[in-house]
């Protein structure tokens, strides 16, 4: 176990907790920290590319992936999201108190090295391809995060 | 502390993190470590009988239970359910993936010697009695899920 | 790393979440454990007075602390609320069960000397100001928490 060691499951894919994950995430890498980061389920969202990517999927998995939002600029609040209109007003305060935006924070993250993993089990589920991620991003399974978590001397499930 | 040891609290009680934390037992247990999952809240409903037990209850015990869903093939998704289509929307592409359902998932956990333990408190709480619950399930509060949590080197909430 | 230090981010302003995180920190530190806990996001609302406090805040800012609850009594459950109804509900169980209340386990917190800092970013975004939260809050940022994060041996995201 090493002190200097973080892992974040990414599994809920509001806003709201992405945000708070990338904020942790990127605190800890600013800090000298080796962070990686699992997107798991409504996670992997959070990774996807805001345009549409042409894909082969079966009808459920097409329908999995149409309704689900493409990318950090879709996602809603867990709480109050009205529609969208919660996620604007949080994005809009957080703008007046220079806040980086989940974009910037991705972009931060894989400036400072954080690796991002997304998971293989759950993209089959939620059909989600390779294609339709980030580049950069890693992909494994739960076995890969259980190495990187014994590693590490911090580690949380959001 | 030791390093081949894990804990989950399983707060929620949706399908898709249940989900989550039983490919996460499951997959530490077959790498060899101990497992204990301590089922607290929402999450005590994924150990529930889906045949109704009778058992003494007060009135509000008696509708908290007869709300909220018994045993894992009647969870809903915490997010997109649409009134139990989503779950079942995921579950048939689960199968297209030759993914193990949750029922499977928890037997193979119980089957690899993964301990759960019910939260008495939340039972006391929820209405739900030891009857209600699956063979195998131990029964204890808070202090023990500290101590299980102590000598074990990744510990989340689910 | 310290055997006998925990810490808590809470993230999640529900009432079941937020009686899960008090629980499990006034368990351990009546087992002697040093514990911190973190509110971050909607968890700042269980820190929030039950009294209308005078503050300085832009339109937004007010909206949102608006539409927020004020206090551990005004919190809503993240299942089966049903407009407050399911909360109160839960609560006579409770106190029928002998079971703390939120505010009890907030009390004893803090008699206990359980450590709550409130996240000052999310402060900001979320337009709350410290005059807003309970006496003997400290305010902190991302940083701060990594530190405690590194001292403990278990760390929970709620």
């Known amino acids: 176990m090493r002190t200097d060691k973080k892992t974040l499951i990414v599994f809920s894919g509001d806003l709201d907790r992405a945000l708070a994950a990338f904020i942790i995430a990127n605190g800890a890498a600013a800090m000298g920290d080796e962070v990686t980061m699992f997107f798991t389920f ?3 969202n959070i990774l ?15 329908m999995f992936t149409w ?3 493409r990318g950090p600029s879709r996602l809603g609040l867990s709480r109050m999201n009205f529609g969208g ?14 806040v980086m ?7 931060s993250a894989q400036e400072q090295g954080v690796k991002m993993i997304a998971c293989t089990m759950s993209m089959d ?8 991620l980030l580049d950069g991003v890693d992909f494994a399974g739960v076995a890969s995060y259980l ?4 590693e590490a001397n911090v580690n949380l499930f959001v």
Chains 1, 2, 3 share one sequence.
């Not at 190495?147 to 014994?150: L, W």
């Open 101 to 107: 935006t989940l974009e910037e924070l991705i972009a």
């Open 42 to 44: 409504w996670g992997l």
């Open 147 to 150: 190495g990187e978590a014994d």
């Open 67 to 69: 309704m689900m939002p």
């Open 125 to 132: 589920v939620m059909g989600i391809k390779k294609e339709e």
């Open 85 to 98: 209109l919660g996620a604007m007003m949080m994005k809009k305060v957080m703008k007046q108190q220079h």
């Open 48 to 62: 996807r590319k805001a345009k549409k990517v042409k894909t082969q999927k079966d009808f459920l998995q097409r």
